[in-house]
C-alpha cells in the first residue's frame, strides 16, 4: 500500500482527521467562556481567560521546536499517535476539572502533547508529496485544521444544551479512539530510512542536533521565512481565539451564536483559500520558481483589508465580509508555509525548521492574546484587530523583497 500512487493522498487524508482534531479540541475553550465561568468563576474576566488561552500558546512554542527535532530522528508515525492520544486523553480530562488551577495545568499540557503534532505531520506529507502536489497536499490537510477550527465553535452550542462537561468529554473520546485507527493504516515513509535515521541518531546524536540547527540559523532565507511566519500570526492567533468575542460585541448577538457563526465563517473561507492557493501554487512553481511566494503574498495581501474591516464593522454584511476575505487570504498563507521552507531547508531537517516557525508564530500568538483580552477588558478590541493591518503589511514586503528560491526541493548533502 506504501508504495501505490494513492497512499500518499491516504496519508493527507489520514492526518486531516489528527489535524481536525488538534485544532477542534483546543479552539472549543474560546467559545465555552459563558458556560463555564458560572462554575468556575476565575473565567468571569476576559484577563484570566486571557491567561488560560496564552499558557497554552506559551508551552506549545516552547516544545515546538523540540517536536521538530524528535520528528527528524523518530518515526513521524509513532510520535503523530502518542500525541493525538495524550492531547484528547486531557480534552477529556478538562471535563472534570473544578477550578481554574486545574483546567490552567491541564491546557498547559495540552500545548505539549499538541505540538508534537504538527512538525511531524507536515514533514511526513511533504515526504510523501514531491514539488507538483506538495502545496495542495498541505493545503488539503490544513483544511483539516479549518474543519476543526468550525466544530471547535460548536462547544458553545453543545455546553449551552448540555454542559461544558460533557463537550469535553465528546471531542476528547472521540481523539483516543482515533489513535487506534492511525496505528493500524498510518506508515512511515521509509522503514529503511527511518532505520539508518534511529542508528545514527544513537551514535551521533549532538553533532547531528548541532549540524542541523547551524544549517539552519546560518542561512538568511529561513531567518526572513521566521519572520514572514511570526507577523502574521499575530492576526491569525487573534482571530482564532477573540473573533467570537468581536462578533459576540459587534453584532450583539449571544455567544451561543457568535462562536459558530464566526469560526464557520473563518474556516469556510480558509477551506476555499487552501485549496485555491494550493492548485495556483503547484502550477505556478513549475513555471516561475518564486510562484509559491507570488501565491502566498496574494492571500497575505487579503488580510491586510479584511483586518480593518474586522475590526471597524459593526454590520452583519461588513463583519462577516470581512472574516471570510481574511480566512481565504490566510488559507492561501497557510497552504504554501511548508512548501516554501522546502525550497530553501533539506527534508533531514525540516521538521525542526516547522518546529521553530510554530515557536516563533505561537509566541506571537500567546502575545497577542494576552494582548487582546486585556483590550477587550477596556473596551478596545476592535480597534487593536484593525492596527494589526499594519504590521501585516510589513512582513508583506519584505517577503516579496528577499525570498528568491533557487530550487523547487532544496537538497543538502
Not at 18 to 38: E, G, H, I
Not at 120 to 140: P, Q, Y
Not at 233 to 252: H, Q, Y
Request: proline share 3%.
Amino acid at each position: 500500500m506504501i508504495e501505490s500512487k494513492k497512499y500518499p493522498w491516504i496519508v493527507v487524508g489520514l492526518l486531516w482527521v489528527v489535524a481536525l482534531l488538534n485544532y477542534m479540541d483546543r479552539q472549543m475553550l474560546s467559545t465555552m467562556k459563558p458556560s463555564m465561568m458560572v462554575d468556575i468563576i476565575e473565567l468571569q474576566t476576559a484577563t484570566n481567560f486571557g491567561r488560560l488561552m496564552a499558557v497554552f500558546l506559551w508551552i506549545y512554542g516552547c516544545m515546538s521546536p523540540v517536536a521538530g527535532m524528535i520528528a527528524d530522528r523518530v518515526s513521524k508515525k509513532w510520535l503523530i499517535i502518542g500525541s493525538l492520544f495524550v492531547w484528547s486523553a486531557v480534552t477529556f480530562s478538562m471535563g472534570y476539572a473544578k477550578t481554574f488551577d486545574q483546567l490552567y495545568w491541564l491546557r498547559a499540557i495540552m500545548g505539549v502533547s499538541e505540538a508534537l503534532y504538527i512538525p511531524a505531520g507536515l514533514a511526513l506529507i511533504a515526504e510523501f508529496h514531491d514539488s507538483k502536489t506538495r502545496s495542495l497536499a498541505v493545503g488539503i490537510h490544513m483544511t483539516g485544521l479549518y474543519m476543526g477550527q468550525a466544530l471547535g465553535g460548536f462547544g458553545a452550542t453543545i455546553a449551552h444544551n448540555f454542559s461544558w462537561q460533557a463537550a469535553f468529554h465528546s471531542f476528547g473520546l472521540i481523539g483516543v479512539v482515533y489513535s487506534v485507527v492511525l496505528i493500524i493504516f498510518l506508515r512511515d515513509k521509509k522503514t529503511e530510512t527511518l532505520h539508518a535515521v534511529n542508528e545514527n541518531a544513537k551514535t551521533n546524536k549532538n553533532t547531528n542536533l548541532l549540524k542541523g540547527l547551524g544549517l539552519l540559523f546560518t542561512n538568511i532565507a529561513f531567518w526572513i521565512i521566521l519572520f514572514y511566519f511570526a507577523i502574521p500570526s499575530l492576526p491569525g492567533w487573534g482571530v482564532k481565539n477573540w473573533l467570537p468575542t468581536l462578533f459576540a460585541e459587534n453584532l450583539n448577538i449571544d455567544m451561543a451564536k457568535a462562536g459558530p457563526l464566526s469560526t464557520i465563517t473563518i474556516a469556510a473561507s480558509s477551506f476555499i483559500g487552501v485549496i485555491i492557493g494550493g492548485i495556483l501554487s503547484d502550477r505556478w512553481v513549475q513555471k516561475n520558481l518564486r510562484g509559491r511566494i507570488y501565491t502566498s503574498a496574494i492571500g497575505l495581501g487579503l488580510t491586510i483589508p479584511a483586518l480593518l474591516f474586522i475590526g471597524f464593522g459593526h454590520s452583519l454584511l461588513a463583519v462577516i465580509g470581512a472574516a471570510f476575505c481574511f480566512g481565504f487570504g490566510f488559507g492561501m498563507f497557510d497552504a504554501n508555509n511548508m512548501p516554501i521552507l522546502c525550497q530553501f531547508v533539506s527534508k533531514k531537517y525540516r521538521a525542526t525548521a516547522y518546529g521553530l516557525m510554530n515557536m516563533v508564530g505561537v509566541f506571537a500568538g500567546a502575545f497577542i492574546t494576552d494582548l487582546l483580552g486585556k483590550s477587550t477588558d477596556a473596551g478596545n478590541l476592535g480597534k487593536d484587530f484593525a492596527m494589526l493591518a499594519g504590521i501585516v503589511a510589513v512582513a508583506l514586503i519584505i517577503q516579496l523583497s528577499f525570498l528568491k528560491p533557487k530550487t523547487n526541493d532544496f537538497v543538502d548533502n
